[in-house]
């Protein structure tokens, strides 16, 4: 009786208080969490030649990792530029990697990474500073890039946000998305983002998606429609940070943030984004029809609802690819449990003091069967500058067995015309007009390689470890490309605070008035140029090949 009853005290520590009916079930999770690899501080394989020296260069007790994805052959992870020596602000290490403490690898190349210095041009390709990261179907890597430098110190917007789309074979630049300055706001830090293929067509390899993206500083969701090359902006009350929590606890700690929306979790089966700021204690869900309608006709408000309010703060959301299983991270609690609100059952599923205090990131990769990868860090002392730098403060975990098993296409129903495929591999042309900035060596020849299957289940009588999943690639080397140079934001714009929610946010024609295909006027994005290309403001490329019906390109 009493070791029931302290196991009914340490849950209700990190419960959710539903304000439905409530739990049916409340179990802890038997799951054991792994540490898959972990830092005192984080570090670069720098080029020989790099003033490393220089503290507003490279601060290793500055640099705070806020964004994880698992790739095939590789883990990526997102160190944006909160504060000043953050050198490279997306790196990499090979998932064949041994022992604590590796050394990060500036992805896709120290030239993507000017923005820490002086040479940095807003023209170029390459990044300023990134919050999170996804890897799509097509075996494509998605980095939001803010274009905030030092956002916790002096917030300097260096350059518009947009978005990199990397082919993780030959780690180029296919895409680049630039934002109209008609979804950016005064002080917009764009920091989380979701890319939804729910009713992506396999034959548009990726090129018909839809990505939610967070901003929150000026609290709202930008929507983009890479089919049709549509960008719009969302915001709604619950995406504000609310004052009652603007202090955050972990352990002996306190800090004050009063951050918006910046949590994102897709359930794809029930085609529903979660959603929640920093600053509250709830979580709020939306569904992605209402997203993907436009923007709001004037009066008319986002059909946001309240899921259920939480322990605590917290900044990590996760939804499971099937199932429909919610995970989450209370930051007083240091734990992280789930949530499923089909069947209203709870878990929690790991509670460390030492392990989990700050849950920047939750994953759910399709490329590691049933786990869910969490990145934790002790960014409050990083945020306090009370930091110790002899003990660990970095570190990605991962729970086993948690997420529901893969059901073959052909079983399923709900995902019958869903993007589910090998990655594919593209081909380019570059355009003959545009400025090239720099030359990167090309690369080998490539070896062939046999693509690993996704995990579609498990033992029955066990979790598999960290190490069964590990794959070894060959890696490719960066190519060169080109594109235009795009416009600078204009900062002397004035922003009334009192119309941040509709200002700029134009509603779509009525269907009988006769429309540009590719645009309102020509104001939310640049036409296409050829119908059989993509073009993004100079890089074109022709539309994806199959895998297995391209070769290389060298």
């Known amino acids: 009786m009493r070791k029931q009853s302290n196991r009914s005290r340490i849950w209700c520590m990190v419960m959710l208080a539903f304000i439905s009916e409530p739990p049916q079930t409340l179990a802890l999770h038997s ?11 984080l570090n670069y394989n720098f080029p020989w030649d790099y003033p490393v020296a220089n503290k507003n260069f490279f601060n290793a007790e500055n640099i705070v990792a806020t964004g994880i994805e698992v790739g095939y052959d590789r883990i990526f992870l997102a160190t944006p530029r909160l504060f000043s020596g953050v050198p490279a602000t997306l790196s990499s290490i090979s998932r064949d990697s041994y022992g604590d403490s590796p050394v990060l690898s500036a992805y896709p190349a120290w030239s993507h990474h000017r923005a820490g210095t002086n040479e940095y041009n807003c023209s170029d390709i390459g990044l300023v ?3 999170r990261i996804r890897i799509d179907s097509c075996n494509r890597l998605w980095a939001l890039d803010a274009g905030v430098s030092r956002s916790l110190e002096d917030f300097e917007i260096t350059c518009p946000p947009k978005i990199l789309i990397y082919d993780l074979y030959t780690n180029q630049v296919v895409r680049r998305i630039d934002f109209p300055t008609e979804v950016i706001r005064g002080e917009s830090l764009f920091t989380n983002i ?3 293929e729910t009713t992506s067509r396999k034959e548009a390899h990726c090129d018909d998606v839809f990505a939610y993206i967070t901003d929150t500083v000026a609290p709202g969701i930008v929507v983009y429609d890479s089919g049709k090359d549509l960008t719009w902006r969302l915001s709604h009350p619950a995406m504000y940070p609310d004052p009652d929590f603007a202090e955050s606890r972990i352990l002996e700690h306190r800090f004050t943030l009063m951050d918006g929306v910046v949590g994102l979790a897709f359930d794809p089966e029930a ?3 979660y959603f929640q700021p920093l600053a509250t204690d709830r979580l709020f869900s ?4 209402a997203l993907r309608a436009g923007p709001l006709e004037f009066g008319k408000d986002l059909p946001v609802k309240l899921v259920g309010r939480k322990s605590s703060q917290g900044i990590g959301l996760a939804a499971a690819p099937r199932g429909g299983t919610i995970f989450y991270s209370p930051l007083t609690e240091t734990a992280v449990a789930s949530w499923n609100p089909r069947t209203n059952e709870h878990s929690l599923l790991a509670q460390d003091k030492e392990r989990i205090q700050f849950a920047a990131d939750l994953r759910t990769p399709d490329r590691d069967g049933t786990a869910l990868y969490i990145l934790t860090s002790k960014f409050h002392r990083f945020y306090l500058k009370n930091l110790n730098a002899n003990e660990v403060n970095t570190r990605i975990l991962r729970i086993d067995g948690v997420v529901k098993r893969a059901v073959p296409l052909q079983q399923s129903t709900v995902f019958s015309n869903q993007h589910r495929f090998a990655p594919t591999r593209a081909s380019y042309e570059h355009v003959s007009s545009s400025n090239s900035f720099y030359n990167l060596p090309a690369p080998s020849q490539a070896n062939s390689i046999n693509l690993p299957p996704v995990s579609s289940s498990l033992p029955s009588n066990g979790v598999k470890s960290y190490a069964s999943f590990v794959q070894n690639f060959y890696g490719k080397q960066p190519q060169p490309y080109n594109y235009e140079p795009v416009a600078i934001i204009d900062k002397t714009k004035p922003i009334s605070p009192f119309f941040m929610l509709n200002s700029g946010e134009k509603t779509f024609p009525p269907p009988h008035v006769p429309r540009p295909q590719f645009g309102l006027n020509g104001e939310i994005f640049i036409q296409k140029v050829n119908s059989h290309f ?3 403001n100079g890089l074109r ?11 290389l390109a060298r």
């Open 31 to 41: 799951s054991y969490m792994e540490t898959v690899k972990q830092w005192d501080l």
């Open 129 to 131: 500073s990134v919050y």
């Open 194 to 196: 979701v890319v939804d």
């Open 271 to 273: 085609a529903i984004l």
């Open 286 to 289: 939306v569904s992605t029809a």
């Open 534 to 536: 993509n073009d993004f």
């Open 541 to 551: 490329f022709p539309k994806s090949l199959h895998f297995n019906q391209t070769a």
